[in-house]
């Protein structure tokens, strides 16, 4: 059976098409839950009903009202796989006119609104071919409900990188990038973030922003450009609520190394214990470590009076049990103590089998 908002945009929808809907009069109709924005639909026959009320996920509108990651009247729920596993994303990652979502429900539109410039709309709901950051809103006939907390992020293709560089931020060449023979998880990626000082503290998720995954080098140069999977960005969601769930007080996990260029990976900074084919140089993985006092350095995250590696070693079993929860995410879980350069940390990537090492050195 089809859950019951689902069936509501499937009738808001249906009744669209057939012109029987008239706009209702006031927002304030559709109840508490629904948005400030957008238009209501009225149907008189069966009573009111509230196109915008049923679309609505905005959980800014009703503050308090749903459990965090929730979405509050849920009727945008099949846009609910953006959000992952956790609930908390806030950015979907698309090349150029890549459908948002397998399947949209008929008689919907995808508009999508950048900072700068008009908006594209889309009834296939396939991303804006221009890359850029985009506010994404559904219509229905003359409503129309923007999706709250969600960005959609059209790549630059891969193609863009011209002799390891895109305008002046130097890149490098990927493993395999001259020929040779890749297995799929190493083939080259499809495109990059561009990533601007404007749009560098977007929230992906509720926990982290597209900054904190760019490659530590180049300070000057923008714009920046980066690879970062969802599915990396949902684990690490994961393994903070698995961590809350065991009782550890976490507010802040803090990504000691996002993304790494091939050219960073080979040559910046502290290259030991860095493989040849890092999954950071692919965009799922990261190191983290708990900082909740924000002073770049671990905490002693299990209250036992000393930081070391025992702290890594309590983010990795959390790891350990959102893969056995989330079988899609598994990947690699590595924990590396502290040396003089940095303290005790984690590795986390979502490579798709199953790894596990203790490490020395960068990871
Ligand atoms: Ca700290
Ligand atoms: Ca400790
Ligand atoms: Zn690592």
Not at 269 to 277: E, F, H, I, P, Q
Request: one cysteine or more.
């Amino acid at each position: 059976m089809t859950p019951p908002t689902q069936g509501l945009i499937a009738f808001a929808a249906h009744e669209a098409q057939d012109g029987r809907l008239v706009e209702a009069t006031r927002l304030e109709e559709c109840g508490p839950t629904s948005s400030r924005r957008g238009r209501a639909l009225r149907r008189s026959a069966a009573g009111l009903v509230c196109a915008v009320g049923a679309l609505s996920i905005a959980p800014a509108a009703v503050k308090g009202a749903a459990p965090a990651g929730r979405s509050a009247s849920a009727g945008l729920e099949f846009l609910g796989a953006l959000r992952g596993a956790s609930g908390k994303l806030k950015a979907a990652f698309r090349t150029p006119g890549e459908p948002l979502i397998p399947q949209p429900p008929p008689g919907l539109t995808a508009l999508y609104e950048p900072d700068h410039g008009a908006a594209v709309s889309s009834p296939a709901f396939d991303a804006p071919q221009r890359p850029g950051v985009y506010k994404v809103a559904v219509e229905v006939h003359e409503a129309r409900e923007v999706v709250e907390d969600l960005r959609v992020v059209t790549l630059v293709p891969f193609a863009a990188k011209k002799e390891g560089q895109i305008g002046s931020y130097r890149l490098g060449q990927w493993p395999y990038e001259r020929g040779g023979t890749a297995s799929s998880a190493y083939a080259l990626p499809a495109g990059f973030v561009e990533v601007t000082p404007e749009n560098r503290s977007l929230p992906v998720s509720e926990h982290f922003t597209l900054g904190d995954f760019l490659t530590k080098d180049q300070a000057a140069v923008w714009p920046k450009y980066l690879l970062l999977h969802a599915e990396l960005v949902d684990k690490l969601e994961l393994v903070i609520d698995e961590l809350k769930h065991e009782g550890y007080h976490v507010e802040h996990l803090a990504i000691m190394s996002g993304f790494r260029t091939p050219l960073y990976n080979q040559a910046g900074g502290d290259t030991s214990g860095r493989g040849k084919l890092s999954r950071h140089m692919y965009g799922d993985a990261t190191d983290v470590f708990v900082d909740n006092d924000r002073d770049g350095r671990t905490d002693d995250v299990n209250r036992d009076g000393r930081v070391d590696i025992r702290d890594a070693e309590v983010v990795a079993r959390a790891a350990e049990r959102v893969e056995a929860g989330h079988p899609k995410l598994v990947g690699g879980v590595g924990i590396y103590p502290a040396t003089g350069a940095h303290g005790p940390f984690t590795h986390v990537d979502v490579r798709g089998r199953r790894a596990r090492w203790r490490g020395t050195g960068s990871g």
